[in-house]
């Protein structure tokens, strides 16, 4: 299918935002009037740039306020609309949007509006261009899909058919299914946008809070599916008004647009129905989809990457050293050291470039090793997905990962698993140089159960759809915590099978302050998780790394709102363990370590019964402990 988006979903000038389209491979774009307007290119020059940028322009938007007026208003508004009509054929775009009248002094007369829509249809076949009205979400007597297709069916003229935007429809949580019921030759026009759950006016959320499908809390497939089966073979087409993008690098969200439109198109064509359609040699043209090889399912963490200072890794070794890792290999040509704990590795690093300069902090996660068993598919998933490819400088004999750069720049490798063998990465590794005495020690770690990562305040919608997409995670919803810093928006991503545990957990600061949200100073931290935390907290007090302190309020209110016996309670408190359950089945004990750095914290899990969140009812509490301890 052809892939399209408006110039309002880009930040720029007009010739930035088609040249952001254009180089990310969009076929073709919506001219936004404001846009045009405020270019100095003439019509015919914005037709001959996209041209030249092998772009289609396919919609003219947004003509407002046409309908349902008086006689005088209608005269003088067919006479902007063949203006518009005139450019629109300088501009070569045979398309205009016209939404519902959201006016006060709109009049509530069907009829009325339904033949003023064919007037204007009529008005348009002297330019040779049609008409697609769309129901806004908040018009004033139009609001609804069904009521724009009952007036563009009465009117019945052939230049005048609908355009269907998903968010005026599933913002308002209206059924899409009827899309079906109209002739798919009615459909002029698809525009998509997904939006984050909220309760708030509609045209506040609609003007600030879309996003590209898969980054919010609408069913699209679903929807574009409807519409597919109604007939509809245009472009799919991105409209999304998001604070952010309007921001942003257009290159960047052009390519988080295309990402999101190839998802989308790749879960309509797994759904058995549209494989179907698209097999219809009946009145509809068969749809042709383009499919994604299938994500690989990813067998947890290889490893996890920290670039650390001399004086940081000490810090972290210590931790790792009292959670029973040992420092076992280094690597050959770097500085780097592997430390492992049965199958759980972790690299320190001193050599990284970017250590001291870009990061505020002294240790910081850079890569994240991704277990799979066919990263080759793996690789050409990312590649179509066109998730930027990274080079490793490295020597011959090293080992060559694929990796590719996750949108806050850390580095995603594809670790091949399976028994390692002579490629595998870790024969880049040799027994160490020095060896620090001690030795794995057989404790309750596990595994890293997950990895939580600060994410620049621009990047946050695109990072949770850029590991979704990349490793088939499936997101929860967006929450918001409090820190004393600011408010904190987090959002996990793990595998639905929970076989394969594979959690990643993204946050931002709202407001972008605060040592510990500074957008390249967050805090991350890796999570390991035990089968017996009491045993775990006892052996780092004994190693001389405690646990980071929480307060005794803390296990007041514990005492308060659980059943737990006191003796555990006390013992919580000493170690500085928090709890949380979930009413539909399952705890969690959980202990954090101070920042190592201003920056990077371990945290040591305990999952009990099934326990699928991530504490996030404690997470005030860690942010607190951590400033308190920043402090002193
Ligand atoms: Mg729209
Ligand atoms: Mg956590």
Same mark, same amino acid.
């Given at each position: 299918?052809?892939?399209?988006?408006?110039?309002?979903?880009?930040?720029?000038?007009?010739?930035?935002?088609?040249?952001?389209?254009?180089?990310?491979?969009?076929?073709?774009?919506?001219?936004?009037?404001?846009?045009?307007?405020?270019?100095?290119?003439?019509?015919?020059?914005?037709?001959?740039?996209?041209?030249?940028?092998?772009?289609?322009?396919? $919609?003219?938007?947004?003509?407002?306020?046409? =309908?349902?007026?008086?006689?005088?208003?209608?005269?003088?508004?067919?006479?902007?609309?063949?203006?518009?009509?005139?450019? *629109?054929?300088?501009?070569?775009?045979?398309? *205009?949007?016209?939404?519902?009248?959201?006016?006060?002094?709109?009049?509530?007369?069907?009829?009325?509006?339904?033949?003023?829509?064919?007037?204007?249809?009529?008005?348009?076949?002297?330019?040779?261009?049609?008409?697609?009205?769309?129901?806004?979400? @908040?018009?004033?007597?139009?609001?609804?899909?069904?009521?724009?297709?009952?007036?563009?069916?009465?009117?019945?003229?052939?230049?005048?058919?609908?355009?269907?935007?998903?968010?005026?429809?599933?913002?308002?949580?209206?059924?899409?299914?009827?899309?079906?019921?109209?002739?798919?030759?009615?459909?002029?026009?698809?525009?998509?946008?997904?939006?984050?759950?909220?309760?708030?006016?509609?045209?506040?959320?609609?003007?600030?809070?879309?996003?590209?499908?898969?980054? +919010?809390?609408?069913? /699209?497939?679903?929807?574009?599916?409807?519409?597919?089966?109604?007939?509809?073979?245009?472009? %799919?087409?991105?409209?999304?008004?998001?604070?952010?993008?309007?921001?942003?690098?257009?290159?960047?969200?052009?390519?988080?647009?295309?990402?999101?439109?190839?998802?989308?198109?790749?879960?309509?064509?797994?759904?058995?129905?549209?494989?179907?359609?698209?097999?219809?040699?009946?009145?509809?043209?068969?749809?042709?989809?383009?499919?994604?090889? =299938?994500?690989?399912?990813?067998?947890?963490? +290889?490893?996890?990457?920290?670039?650390?200072?001399?004086?940081?890794?000490?810090?972290?070794?210590?931790?790792?050293?009292?959670?029973?890792?040992?420092?076992?290999?280094?690597?050959?040509?770097?500085?780097?050291?592997? @430390?492992?704990?049965?199958?759980?590795?972790? %690299?320190?690093?001193?050599?990284?470039?970017?250590?001291?300069?870009? @990061?505020?902090?002294?240790?910081?996660?850079?890569?994240?090793?991704?277990? /799979?068993?066919?990263?080759?598919?793996?690789?050409?998933?990312?590649?179509?997905?066109?998730?930027?490819?990274?080079?490793?400088?490295?020597?011959?004999?090293?080992?060559?990962?694929?990796?590719?750069?996750?949108?806050?720049?850390?580095?995603?490798?594809?670790?091949?698993?399976?028994?390692?063998?002579?490629?595998?990465?870790?024969?880049?590794?040799?027994?160490?140089?020095?060896?620090?005495?001690?030795?794995?020690?057989?404790?309750?770690?596990?595994?890293?159960?997950?990895?939580? %990562?600060?994410?620049?305040?621009?990047?946050?919608?695109?990072?949770?759809?850029?590991?979704?997409?990349?490793?088939?995670?499936?997101?929860?919803?967006?929450? =918001?915590?409090?820190?004393?810093?600011?408010?904190?928006?987090?959002?996990? $991503?793990?595998?639905?099978?929970?076989?394969?545990?594979?959690?990643?957990?993204?946050?931002?600061? $709202? /407001?972008?302050?605060?040592?510990?949200?500074?957008?390249?100073?967050?805090?991350?931290?890796?999570?390991?998780?035990?089968?017996?935390?009491?045993?775990?907290?006892?052996? *780092?007090?004994?190693?001389?790394?405690?646990?980071?302190?929480?307060?005794?309020?803390? &296990?007041?209110?514990?005492?308060?709102?659980?059943?737990?016996?006191?003796?555990?309670? =006390?013992? *919580?408190?000493?170690?500085?363990?928090? &709890?949380?359950?979930?009413?539909? +089945?399952?705890?969690? /004990?959980? %202990?954090?370590?101070?920042?190592?750095?201003?920056? $990077?914290?371990?945290?040591?899990?305990?999952?009990?019964?099934? &326990?699928?969140?991530?504490?996030?009812?404690?997470?005030?509490?860690?942010?607190?402990?951590?400033?308190?301890?920043?402090?002193?």
């Amino acid at each position: 299918m052809r892939r399209s988006i408006a110039t309002v979903s880009l930040s720029g000038t007009l010739e930035e935002k088609l040249e952001a389209a254009s180089w990310v491979g969009f076929d073709g774009v919506e001219i936004f009037e404001s846009d045009l307007i405020s270019s100095p290119l003439a019509p015919r020059e914005i037709r001959a740039l996209a041209q030249s940028l092998d772009l289609t322009l396919d $919609l003219y938007q947004p003509f407002r306020d046409f =309908e349902g007026v008086d006689d005088a208003r209608l005269a003088a508004n067919i006479r902007r609309a063949e203006a518009k009509f005139a450019l *629109m054929v300088e501009l070569g775009v045979d398309t *205009m949007l016209v939404c519902s009248n959201a006016t006060e002094s709109a009049i509530d007369d069907d009829a009325r509006a339904a033949s003023q829509l064919r007037l204007l249809a009529e008005a348009a076949e002297p330019y040779g261009v049609r008409v697609a009205y769309e129901a806004l979400a @908040w018009g004033r007597h139009v609001a609804t899909y069904e009521h724009a297709w009952k007036l563009v069916a009465e009117a019945d003229h052939p230049l005048l058919g609908l355009c269907l935007d998903s968010f005026h429809i599933l913002s308002r949580g209206d059924d899409p299914a009827a899309i079906r019921d109209i002739p798919g030759e009615k459909l002029f026009f698809l525009q998509l946008a997904d939006a984050p759950r909220m309760r708030m006016d509609v045209l506040q959320w609609s003007r600030h809070y879309r996003c590209f499908p898969g980054q +919010g809390g609408f069913d /699209l497939t679903t929807f574009t599916h409807h519409v597919l089966a109604a007939g509809y073979r245009g472009p %799919l087409s991105l409209e999304v008004f998001n604070d952010v993008f309007r921001a942003s690098d257009p290159h960047r969200t052009a390519a988080d647009a295309l990402r999101s439109l190839s998802v989308l198109e790749d879960s309509l064509a797994g759904e058995q129905e549209t494989a179907n359609l698209r097999h219809d040699r009946g009145s509809f043209t068969p749809i042709t989809l383009t499919r994604l090889p =299938e994500p690989v399912r990813p067998a947890g963490f +290889g490893f996890v990457e920290i670039a650390a200072t001399e004086p940081a890794a000490e810090r972290a070794g210590a931790v790792l050293a009292a959670l029973g890792f040992a420092h076992t290999r280094d690597h050959r040509s770097k500085p780097v050291q592997l @430390w492992e704990h049965g199958n759980t590795r972790i %690299l320190l690093n001193a050599a990284d470039p970017r250590l001291g300069h870009t @990061w505020g902090g002294e240790a910081t996660i850079t890569a994240l090793g991704i277990g /799979l068993s066919d990263p080759e598919r793996a690789r050409e998933r990312a590649e179509r997905l066109s998730a930027p490819a990274l080079t490793r400088r490295r020597d011959p004999s090293e080992a060559a990962l694929q990796s590719v750069a996750a949108p806050d720049g850390t580095a995603v490798f594809f670790c091949p698993t399976g028994p390692p063998d002579a490629d595998s990465w870790l024969a880049d590794f040799s027994a160490p140089a020095v060896t620090n005495a001690h030795e794995q020690r057989d404790t309750s770690i596990i595994d890293i159960d997950h990895i939580g %990562l600060y994410q620049p305040f621009d990047h946050f919608d695109e990072a949770s759809l850029f590991y979704r997409a990349l490793l088939g995670l499936a997101p929860t919803e967006v929450s =918001e915590l409090a820190s004393p810093d600011g408010l904190v928006r987090s959002r996990a $991503l793990s595998h639905p099978d929970t076989k394969s545990p594979l959690r990643i957990v993204l946050n931002v600061s $709202l /407001l972008g302050r605060g040592p510990q949200a500074d957008a390249d100073g967050g805090a991350q931290h890796i999570a390991l998780s035990c089968d017996d935390i009491f045993s775990i907290a006892e052996d *780092m007090v004994d190693a001389g790394v405690s646990p980071l302190r929480v307060p005794d309020n803390y &296990y007041d209110d514990l005492a308060a709102r659980t059943d737990l016996p006191p003796a555990q309670r =006390e013992r *919580m408190r000493r170690l500085g363990i928090l &709890y949380d359950h979930d009413p539909q +089945g399952g705890e969690f /004990l959980h %202990l954090y370590t101070p920042l190592l750095d201003g920056r $990077l914290f371990f945290e040591v899990v305990q999952r009990v019964d099934g &326990y699928q969140g991530y504490g996030a009812a404690n997470t005030t509490i860690r942010m607190t402990a951590h400033r308190e301890g920043s402090n002193t």
